[in-house]
C-alpha cells in the first residue's frame, strides 16, 4: 500500500509547487515576452503557457533549479529564453518545408531575441510588484488567520490611505498607542511571511528582514566537545531608521554584536560574519536579533549557517578516525609549498 501511495503523494506535491509557481510569476514572464522582440510569435499569455507546459511537464524541472544556485527569476527568464529559440528554430524548419511565403515577421522576431536588457527590465519590475503584491496577501491572511484583522485594517488607513492617527482613535475606539502597537505587528506579519525589497538576497530569491527588534532563532544538535563556526550575511535596510543597524549573534555561550554602516538610502551591499564557539552539549541554540532600535527599518541577514570546524585528530588526514600510512601518503603526496 505504502509503495502505490507515495508516487501519488509526490505527484500531489508537484502539481501543488507547479501550481505556485504558475500563479506567482506568470505576470513577471508575461511583461519579459512583452518588453522584447516576441510579440510576432503569438500573445505573451501564450507563449508563457505554452513554457510553462514545456517545462514544468518534466519532473526534474525545479529540482535542477534548486541545484543550479541560480535565483528562481532568473532561472525562469533562461527558461523562457531558451524556450523562445527553441520556438524560433520550430518555425523556420515548417517554413523551409511549406509553401513559400514571407519570412520576415519570423526573422524580425528572431533577430530581436538578442534584445533582451529591455525585457530583463520590465520582469525585473512586473517581478518586484508580483512579491509586494503576494506579501500584501499573505499578511492580510496571516492576520485574518490568527483573528487580528483589524491591525491590518488601521495600517491600510494611516499608511495608504494617508489618516492621522487621532483620526483613526476616534473612528475605531482604539488608542493611538494600540495603532502603533498595530502598525508593528503588520510589519513583524510580513517579515515572516515574505521577503523585504531592499535589493537583491545575498542567495536564492529571499532573505530576512529583521525590523527593529525582530529576531530568528534555531536549537541545533552539536557535539560537546566540538568546535562550531556560524556564518551568515549582513546587509541592512537603509531607507530609514538608525544609520547603523546592528545584529547580536549568539551561537550557545559565544555572543557578539555586528554592525552594518548604512551608505545613503540605496541598496546596501552585503558582507560575511562570523562566530566561533565550543560545543558543551548536545543541543546548542542560535539567536539572530536586531537591535536597531523603535525602527521599521532594520537589519537583513542571509545565507546563515553553521559548521563543524573541529579537527579530532590531528594526524587523520583522510578523516576515516585512525592515523596510519594512508595519512603519511597524503601528507607526502602534497607536500611542498601551498597554491596561492
Given at each position: 500500500?505504502?509503495a502505490?501511495?507515495?508516487?501519488?503523494?509526490?505527484?500531489?506535491?508537484?502539481?501543488?509547487?507547479?501550481?505556485?509557481?504558475?500563479?506567482?510569476?506568470?505576470?513577471?514572464?508575461?511583461?519579459?515576452?512583452?518588453?522584447?522582440g516576441?510579440?510576432?510569435?503569438?500573445?505573451?499569455?501564450?507563449?508563457?503557457?505554452?513554457?510553462f507546459?514545456?517545462?514544468?511537464?518534466k519532473?526534474?524541472?525545479?529540482?535542477?533549479?534548486?541545484?543550479?544556485?541560480?535565483?528562481?527569476?532568473?532561472?525562469?527568464?533562461?527558461?523562457?529564453?531558451l524556450?523562445?529559440?527553441?520556438?524560433?528554430?520550430?518555425?523556420?524548419?515548417?517554413?523551409?518545408?511549406?509553401?513559400?511565403?514571407?519570412?520576415?515577421?519570423?526573422?524580425?522576431?528572431?533577430?530581436?531575441?538578442?534584445?533582451?536588457?529591455?525585457?530583463?527590465?520590465?520582469?525585473?519590475?512586473?517581478?518586484?510588484?508580483?512579491?509586494?503584491?503576494?506579501?500584501?496577501?499573505?499578511?492580510?491572511?496571516?492576520?485574518?488567520?490568527?483573528?487580528?484583522?483589524?491591525?491590518?485594517?488601521?495600517?491600510?488607513?494611516?499608511?495608504?490611505?494617508?489618516?492621522?492617527?487621532?483620526?483613526?482613535?476616534?473612528?475605531?475606539?482604539?488608542?493611538?498607542?494600540?495603532?502603533?502597537?498595530?502598525?508593528?505587528?503588520?510589519?513583524?506579519?510580513r517579515?515572516?511571511?515574505?521577503?523585504?525589497?531592499?535589493?537583491?538576497?545575498?542567495?536564492?530569491?529571499?532573505?530576512?528582514?529583521?525590523?527593529?527588534?525582530?529576531?530568528?532563532?534555531?536549537?541545533?544538535?552539536?557535539?560537546?566537545?566540538?568546535?562550531?563556526?556560524?556564518?551568515?550575511?549582513?546587509?541592512?535596510?537603509?531607507?530609514?531608521?538608525?544609520?547603523?543597524?546592528?545584529?547580536?549573534?549568539?551561537?550557545?555561550?559565544?555572543?557578539?554584536?555586528?554592525d552594518?554602516?548604512?551608505?545613503?538610502?540605496?541598496?546596501?551591499?552585503?558582507?560575511?560574519?562570523?562566530?566561533?564557539?565550543?560545543?558543551?552539549?548536545?543541543?546548542?541554540?542560535l539567536?539572530?536579533?536586531?537591535l536597531?532600535g523603535g525602527?521599521?527599518?532594520?537589519?537583513?541577514?542571509?545565507?546563515?549557517?553553521?559548521?563543524?570546524?573541529?579537527?579530532?585528530?590531528?594526524?587523520d588526514?583522510?578523516?576515516?578516525?585512525?592515523?596510519?600510512?594512508?595519512?603519511?601518503?597524503?601528507?607526502?603526496?602534497?607536500?611542498?609549498?601551498?597554491?596561492?
Amino acid at each position: 500500500m505504502d509503495a502505490d501511495i507515495a508516487p501519488s503523494i509526490a505527484q500531489a506535491a508537484r502539481a501543488e509547487l507547479n501550481a505556485h509557481v504558475m500563479s506567482r510569476c506568470f505576470e513577471p514572464l508575461r511583461a519579459y515576452v512583452q518588453g522584447g522582440g516576441w510579440r510576432g510569435f503569438g500573445e505573451s499569455a501564450d507563449l508563457v503557457n505554452g513554457f510553462f507546459a514545456s517545462r514544468l511537464d518534466k519532473p526534474d524541472y525545479l529540482l535542477q533549479w534548486r541545484e543550479s544556485g541560480l535565483p528562481l527569476r532568473r532561472w525562469l527568464m533562461n527558461g523562457l529564453l531558451l524556450h523562445l529559440h527553441e520556438r524560433a528554430r520550430a518555425e523556420r524548419r515548417m517554413l523551409r518545408r511549406a509553401e513559400p511565403c514571407d519570412p520576415g515577421p519570423l526573422e524580425r522576431v528572431a533577430g530581436a531575441m538578442d534584445h533582451a536588457p529591455e525585457a530583463e527590465r520590465a520582469m525585473d519590475r512586473a517581478w518586484a510588484d508580483a512579491v509586494v503584491q503576494a506579501a500584501v496577501r499573505d499578511t492580510v491572511q496571516a492576520l485574518e488567520q490568527s483573528g487580528r484583522a483589524q491591525a491590518w485594517a488601521t495600517f491600510r488607513r494611516h499608511f495608504v490611505e494617508g489618516a492621522a492617527h487621532d483620526a483613526i482613535a476616534r473612528e475605531t475606539g482604539v488608542s493611538v498607542k494600540e495603532l502603533k502597537a498595530h502598525a508593528k505587528l503588520v510589519q513583524r506579519v510580513r517579515a515572516s511571511s515574505s521577503c523585504n525589497t531592499q535589493g537583491a538576497p545575498k542567495f536564492g530569491d529571499f532573505f530576512v528582514d529583521l525590523l527593529d527588534a525582530g529576531e530568528i532563532r534555531q536549537a541545533i544538535a552539536t557535539t560537546p566537545g566540538k568546535s562550531y563556526r556560524l556564518t551568515f550575511w549582513l546587509s541592512g535596510d537603509c531607507a530609514g531608521g538608525p544609520a547603523t543597524k546592528r545584529v547580536t549573534a549568539s551561537l550557545g555561550s559565544a555572543t557578539q554584536n555586528f554592525d552594518h554602516a548604512c551608505v545613503g538610502s540605496a541598496v546596501q551591499a552585503w558582507r560575511s560574519c562570523t562566530l566561533e564557539f565550543i560545543a558543551n552539549s548536545a543541543i546548542t541554540n542560535l539567536s539572530l536579533k536586531s537591535l536597531a532600535g523603535g525602527s521599521s527599518n532594520g537589519p537583513l541577514v542571509d545565507g546563515v549557517r553553521v559548521e563543524d570546524i573541529s579537527i579530532s585528530c590531528a594526524g587523520d588526514v583522510d578523516g576515516d578516525g585512525e592515523v596510519t600510512g594512508s595519512d603519511i601518503g597524503l601528507v607526502l603526496l602534497n607536500f611542498g609549498p601551498c597554491p596561492q
